[in-house]
């Protein structure tokens, strides 16, 4: 258990929805960056923020947004749904930029688009 | 930004043998290599990692090397077993810098009992 936590862990919608999924990172961790794995693929980096501000953005389509609150979790909202938005979603914490630059990634929220 | 670059995609060896991943980075200010290991369904988990001050790193049956010059590292998995198959990620980024970490495409590696 890398103690960040992801909920749901199963998300099944319909094209043009919309969803939320939701990230806690580990304790004392301020860093949160949000990943997309789709079937057979790698780690595409979507978004990363620190300590509520984002710091750094990746291939996130517009479709997509993310955000930190005050207590540090994230949740990463993706709308009009398409089936290609079909992917694992991984968030991922570090100690960054203070302490090591480990990421420690959650158990991922699997999204299914029909 | 960084690009990372990561061969072979997928890996075959027999139980017993030696397996070599290799990636490349193009940031030459990166200075921060991890490799993760990620099981099938499951989380990409942090197996080693390295820093530019060093230009190898063991841990047991695990190693990486690193040249900066040419700006490629390796993962070495010596005596492999079944429980090593997994598919296994490098990435780059500059350390205690606050930016993003940029991966490589995977390398599926399969050990054959």
């Known amino acids: 258990d890398s103690g960040v936590t992801q909920t749901p862990k199963h998300l099944i919608t319909a094209t043009g929805q919309r969803v939320t999924l939701r990230c806690s990172p580990r304790s004392g961790d301020l860093s949160v960056y949000w990943y997309q794995q789709s079937l057979d693929q790698g780690l595409q980096f979507l978004i990363q923020y620190y300590n509520g501000e984002e710091r750094a953005k990746g291939n996130i389509l517009e479709r997509f947004s993310a955000q930190q609150f005050p207590d540090l979790h994230s949740e990463l909202n993706l709308s009009s749904l398409e089936l290609g938005d079909s992917a694992l979603y991984f968030c991922a914490s570090s100690q960054e930029p203070a302490g090591g630059d480990e990421q420690f990634f959650g158990p991922g929220t699997r999204l299914t688009v029909l | 930004g960084e690009n990372v670059e990561q061969h072979p995609s997928t890996l075959s060896v027999q139980e017993g043998d030696s397996a070599v991943i290799k990636c490349t980075y193009s940031?030459?200010?990166?200075?921060?290599f991890p490799w993760y290991k990620q099981e099938l369904g499951k989380r990409p988990q942090l197996i080693i990692d390295?820093?530019?001050?060093?230009g190898e790193k063991k841990d047991q049956r695990i190693a990486v090397t690193l040249n900066k010059t040419a700006k490629h590292f390796s993962l070495h998995i010596t005596e492999t077993q079944p429980e090593d198959s997994a598919v296994y990620f490098c990435a780059a980024k500059r350390a205690h810098n606050n930016n993003d970490m940029r991966f490589g495409a995977g390398t599926r590696l399969t050990v054959k009992p």
């Open positions: 940031d030459s200010a990166s200075n921060y």
């Open positions: 390295i820093r530019s001050n060093v």
